[in-house]
Antibody, heavy 115, light 108 residues
Framework: QVQLQQWGAGLLKPSETLSLTCAVN????????WIWVRQPPGKGLEWIGE???????NYNPSLKSRVTISAGTSRNQFSLNLISVTAADTAVYYC?????????WGQGTLVTVSS | SSELTQDPAVSVALGQTVRITCQGD??????TSWYQQRPGQAPLLVIY???NRPSGIPDRFSGSTSANTASLTITGAQAEDEADYYC???????????FGTGTKVTVL
């Protein structure tokens, strides 16, 4: 059974960089692609981007200029960096792993951007 | 367009059938997945590739697609099916994924 544990700073000031990491236990990096999704309070889901086992990334065009998804050197972690945050980036951020026919999700991290 | 549109809310009597729809031009070309999200929880994949259920998802959940519309049907809705449901597919360029606007399902 694959389990995802995510962590990162929960309170940021405008213009700072959001950094979250997701650790994968029990899965093979080679068979999955790894996803970040966010959900502003009381609103719907927004797909941020993904990275696959070969390091290929795809990003939401609305965030592409500010976002980087990368795989950790230990190959059981992947990360999300979002630069120059504003209040509009306040959301619960989720990491997930997918093979297409099965998915596992992290517990979510609330990130609040406030001065 | 790159939007996936869902009805904001639907209700269903306990044990009855409800269908949730998702409309978007990209659905003519790409597969649709469906997610269930209960309050305070992470999304749960209930349908992938239009009409396939992941392991562990009850068979009362089914999916279908026609032209630019994808549908999720719950046959014999249970109290625990009360949740928000989101469709998910590629945008029309095929370069990234998008979620639908979401449908809140209330089981009466």
């Amino acid at each position: 059974q694959v389990q995802l544990q995510q962590w990162g700073a929960g309170l940021l000031k405008p213009s700072e960089t959001l950094s979250l990491t997701c650790a994968v236990n029990g899965g093979s990096f080679n068979n999955y692609y790894w996803i970040w999704v966010r959900q502003p309070p009381g609103k719907g889901l927004e797909w941020i981007g993904e990275i696959n086992h070969s390091g290929r990334t795809n990003y939401n065009p609305s965030l592409k200029s500010r976002v980087t998804i990368s795989a950790g050197t230990s190959r059981n972690q992947f990360s999300l960096n979002l630069i120059s945050v504003t209040a509009a980036d306040t959301a619960v951020y989720y990491c997930a792993s997918s093979t297409g026919d099965s998915e596992f999700w992290g517990q979510g991290t609330l990130v609040t951007v406030s001065s | 367009s790159s939007e996936l549109t869902q009805d904001p809310a639907v209700s269903v009597a306990l044990g009855q059938t409800v269908r949730i729809t998702c409309q978007g031009d990209s659905l003519r070309s790409y597969h649709t997945s469906w997610y269930q999200q209960r309050p305070g929880q992470a999304p749960l994949l209930v349908i992938y590739a239009n009409n396939n259920r992941p392991s562990g998802i009850p068979d009362r959940f089914s999916g279908s697609t026609s032209a630019n519309t994808a549908s999720l049907t719950i046959t014999g809705a249970q109290a625990e099916d009360e949740a928000d449901y989101y469709c998910n597919s590629q945008d029309i360029s095929g370069n990234f994924r998008i979620f639908g606007t979401g449908t809140k399902v209330t089981v009466l």
